[in-house]
């Protein structure tokens, strides 16, 4: 956890109890929101540079009563694909500091990097993964990587709802 964080949970009881809770569930779900991040961008449809220009943003909370199951900790409230500048907006809107949006902004990591952004209750976390190779994602089926995703953000809610994050396949497993 970074001082930042860790300064505002000793200050602040709930904001360390959200901290544990996102990284409790992110134990769960990383490799699902990667795999579903990826299939949002529509590679096979998209220009070259997709990864370095738009990112995935998946808005949080959490669940009353809380479960002790980690994968049902969080629920999904929404996601969506946004170019970067697009992002920086929504975070100002949701009040986010000018600092830690710029600071934000400049960590762009290329055309071979995925980035997933997740909001929980006012907490904004990144997810990263880059690819040496992205040829096999990016020679998926046109139609079908169109289909996948316009429905992505559904599956995925579905997926969490139920508590079902995907085993870490390199394949993927979408749909339940």
């Known amino acids: 956890m970074g001082t930042e964080l860790r300064k505002a949970a000793e200050a602040d009881p709930d904001v360390g109890d959200l901290i544990g809770t996102i990284n409790k569930w992110l134990s769960c779900w990383r490799a699902t929101l990667m795999e579903f991040g990826i299939t949002a961008l529509d590679l096979p449809n ?3 540079d997709r990864l370095a220009t738009h990112t995935v943003f998946i808005e949080l909370e959490r669940r009353d009563p809380r479960p002790s199951n980690r994968a049902t900790m969080l629920r999904m409230c929404s996601g969506s694909v946004f170019s970067r500048e697009e992002l920086c907006d929504v975070l100002r809107d949701a009040d986010m500091n000018e600092e830690h949006i710029e600071n ?9 990097t995925l980035q997933v952004n997740l909001m929980c209750e006012g907490h904004f976390r990144s997810l990263w993964v880059s690819f040496r190779n992205l040829a ?13 995703s316009k429905t992505w953000a559904r599956v995925l809610r579905q997926r969490i709802e139920l508590g079902r994050p995907m085993l870490d396949s390199p394949d993927g497993d979408f749909f339940p």
């Not at 902004?105 to 071979?112: E, V």
């Not at 096999?136 to 996948?148: F, H, M």
Request: avoid cysteine.
């Open 104 to 112: 934000w902004k400049r960590d762009n990591r290329g055309d071979h």
């Open 136 to 148: 096999p994602r990016q020679a998926v089926d046109k139609k079908v990587s169109k289909v996948l």
């Open 46 to 48: 998209s220009p070259p």
